[in-house]
DNA sequence: ACGCGCGAG
């Protein structure tokens, strides 16, 4: 192996650095405030040894002085936690104006609105507060508010000027999730629309009736474009900050109008990186080989390894304690834990836990150990360089995960994982002119899947022209036109590309896939739409059934209790009535608590993921509100599963297939030829005609969550598609 | 006879 120490990625030049690069010492441990005293001062006193603390008063001056200002801070830097806080203090949130915060996740969101709330010695949801699907921990008197970048969204088709926030910080942009995206294109509409609105109304004193027109309109569903309509309202300019903690900020600003760009220094412990001299044949072995080379030749500290799945995991970690077995006794303290998002919360927590005394720990993740978690104590990391990524076809429709390299931006991200507490290393299983060859940064996600979603909000947000739409990056026209394409087939918009009325707006206040809207839509015609509701939050979460393999007969038998001859619909409607009675028989004599707990040991004992069956139950509580306020008729179809079928043929008529003499099937709308997931209820019974509504490619292309129709539905309930054709 | 990286509303 060699030894390089050169891992950054090219420094671009910034405008000028806060705190000049050269400057930049690395903290040791020791340097770290010694901490005494209550948890108050504790608190204060590593407040102030943050990198940021040292220039509160220039980072104030530039955002009065810039509208839009992009920050690049590195890991440490204390940006996430400290800006707001200064911006309060600096007088952002005169008139009640609010300083909001975006994460990409929901888990960040929440840790650091407490932290900060516990900063500022104030309760939660008071003047710090949080705001994510299901729970919004804030009140009328809260000024700082971190929420995910999908909720902003979501809020913004009700106030569509973003009238309430003073500031709005995107941060983790680098991230480039398709949410990011998304936001970034909007706010940079708002914050010109709300900068011509001074231009054009001097009447400062219009400005609170014109607001409560507003607000009235947040229930008008017919209206088109509120963006539209509004111009010429009177709001103060939005202040706009894009964090990022990639080191190349000019694509922002660019983006931007040339905004200016500053550099915070971030504290993060040196990382050596090692490279291999040759490209090694087959990365999992390389890995083993790694594991033991560093168990048996480094100091203490904790060992990461970045794998591809859960299948990958699990092998590896056979191999692991195979070949400790066969060495000698002194050397055989070594601990696996695996960690990966479907895993049950119970066993993750063990990658979290100190390895017993004389023990070292090796965990063995996905990407989940990228960014969504951070787990203490790790010094050393093996980087195999590649990663499972979703990749989306626009010409075929089809999404499949393949194994791909990673970029340099995300080698770079994985080998900080070894610098958070210490000085680290990092075993990258490639030679270095490989790194050199890989992309700079990942592709961005809009670039990677179905816009569907996405084109429906824009459009309900009165962004008419999606190809003109000025994205950071756009989506190929390809991608864009045959999301246009689905979305015309399903009537959410019109033949001249406008939103349909009621169905498209109906459709876009739903916080669900298009498909899925128009099925909780149709089902109230239908007299199902109790089943649909029900149906559709179980779609809408993975993997219900969790099979693991040591137990898999018990796991396929716990199944068939619940299990329908026709299809996998009513399959996943009957393990949710079932937890459901389980509940309500349960509830007389239990506290909450309790009755949580126990809905997670009769979800264990019947092989169900409790995590994914309480996501269902959330968003089944959260959509059936929606759909009471939107005036839709919530009715059982009761044991008339026909009824529900028919709806079923009705709503995915994209996406019907035919059994063909081989006994595969003939996918209607792309003629493309499918099997039958295994994992379906219906995978021996071969019904002539099935819906689905999943297509995955992996060995063969398999469909998934399948029910049993009849052909001659489909000319019949979707005349618009199958008439012509037939 | 299969196996799904991570997220969000």
Redesign the pocket.
């Known amino acids: 192996m060699t030894n390089n120490n050169n891992n950054n990625i090219p420094v671009n030049e910034m405008h000028w650095p806060l705190v000049d690069k050269a400057d930049k010492k690395k903290p040791k441990i020791r340097d770290l405030p010694y901490c005494q005293g209550n948890r108050k001062q504790r608190l204060e006193q590593q407040r102030k040894a943050l990198p940021i603390a040292s220039v509160e008063k220039r980072l104030v001056e530039e955002v009065q002085k810039n509208d839009t200002l992009i920050i690049v801070g590195e890991t440490g830097s204390g940006k996430t936690t400290q800006l707001p806080q200064f911006l309060l203090n600096g007088g952002f949130c005169h008139d009640g104006k609010i300083i909001g915060i975006t994460q990409?996740?929901?888990?960040?969101?929440v840790t650091v609105a407490k932290r900060v709330a516990e900063e500022c010695g104030v309760e939660l949801g008071q003047k710090v507060g949080y705001s994510?699907?299901?729970e919004d921990v804030t009140s009328s008197s809260t000024r700082i508010k971190y929420?995910?970048?999908?909720?902003l969204?979501?809020e913004a088709l009700l106030d569509p000027f973003l009238s309430r926030y003073s500031v709005i910080i995107v941060d983790e942009a680098h991230e480039r999730?398709?949410?990011t995206d998304v936001l970034l294109g909007l706010l940079k509409n708002v914050q010109n629309a709300r900068s011509r609105s001074i231009n054009k109304c001097l009447n400062i004193e219009n400005t609170e009736a014109n607001y409560g027109k507003l607000l009235k309109r947040e229930n008008d569903a017919n209206c088109v474009s509120i963006l539209k309509r509004c111009q010429g309202v009177k709001f103060p300019s939005l202040k706009l900050i894009i964090m990022s903690a990639s080191l190349d900020a000019r694509g922002f600003s660019e983006y931007f109008g040339g905004a200016r760009s500053v550099y915070i220094q971030g504290r993060q412990f040196p990382v050596d990186i090692f490279y291999t001299h040759h490209a090694e044949p087959d990365y999992v072995d390389a890995a083993l080989i790694t594991i033991f080379q560093i168990h048996l030749e480094e100091g203490p500290g904790d060992i990461l390894v970045f794998l591809?799945?859960?299948?990958?995991?699990e092998s590896v970690e056979r191999l692991v304690q195979e070949r400790l077995r066969q060495l000698p006794e002194g050397s055989q303290k070594l601990l696996t834990v695996p960690i990966?998002?479907?895993?049950p919360s119970e066993q993750q927590m063990k990658a979290f836990m100190p390895a017993p005394a004389g023990f070292r720990k090796v965990i063995l993740a996905?990407?989940?150990a990228e960014t969504?978690?951070t787990i203490p104590g790790i010094k050393y990391v093996i980087d195999p360089g590649v990663?499972?990524?979703?990749t989306y076809n626009a010409h075929t429709g089809i999404e499949s995960?393949d194994i791909v390299k990673t970029s340099k931006a995300q080698a770079l991200q994985r080998s900080g994982r070894a610098g958070r507490e210490r000085p680290g290393k990092c075993f990258r299983l490639y030679p270095e002119s490989e790194f050199g060859q890989l992309a700079d940064s990942t592709e961005p996600?809009i670039k990677?899947?179905n816009l569907s979603?996405v084109i429906l909000q824009l459009k309900a947000l009165g962004v008419d022209d999606i190809i003109g739409f000025d994205f950071l990056e756009k989506p190929s026209r390809m991608a864009i036109v045959k999301s246009l394409e689905q979305l015309f087939l399903l009537g959410a918009i019109t033949d001249d590309s406008k939103l349909s009325d009621p169905i498209g707006h109906q459709m876009a206040r739903?916080?669900?896939?298009p498909v899925y809207s128009k099925a909780l839509i149709l089902a109230s015609q239908f007299n199902c739409l109790e089943e649909m509701l029900i149906a559709v939050a179980m779609l809408?979460v993975?993997?219900i059934?969790y099979?693991p393999?040591e137990k898999?007969e018990e796991a396929r038998t716990a199944m068939k209790c619940f299990s329908s001859p026709e299809g996998d619909h009513i399959t996943l409607i009957n393990v949710y009535r079932a937890s459901d009675e389980f509940v309500e028989k349960i509830k007389q004599g239990n506290d909450k608590e309790k009755t949580e707990k126990k809905l997670r040991k009769w979800c264990k004992e019947n092989f169900i993921n409790s995590r994914s069956l309480r996501h269902a139950r959330d968003?089944h509580s959260q959509i059936r509100r929606h759909a009471e306020q939107m005036g839709l008729c919530v009715a059982s179809c009761g044991d008339d599963m026909l009824q529900f079928r028919r709806c079923l043929a009705a709503s995915f008529f994209l996406n019907a297939a035919l059994k063909q003499p081989e006994g595969t099937y003939r996918a209607l709308a792309s003629g493309q030829s499918v099997r039958i997931?295994?994992?379906s209820v219906l995978?021996r019974t071969k019904p002539e005609c099935i819906i689905f509504n999943e297509l995955?490619q992996?060995?063969?292309c398999?469909i998934?969550n399948i029910t049993r129709i009849d052909f001659l539905w489909l000319p019949e309930l979707a005349p618009q598609y199958y008439a012509v054709q037939n």
């Open positions: 990409p996740r929901r888990v960040a969101a994510i699907r299901f929420m995910t970048d999908g909720l969204l979501r999730t398709i949410h591809t799945g859960q299948e990958e995991i990966f998002s479907s895993l996905t990407n989940i969504s978690v990663v499972k990524a979703r995960l996600e990677r899947c979603n739903l916080p669900l896939d809408s993975e993997s059934f099979t393999r898999l968003i997931h295994p994992s995978f995955v992996t060995n063969h398999y998934r």
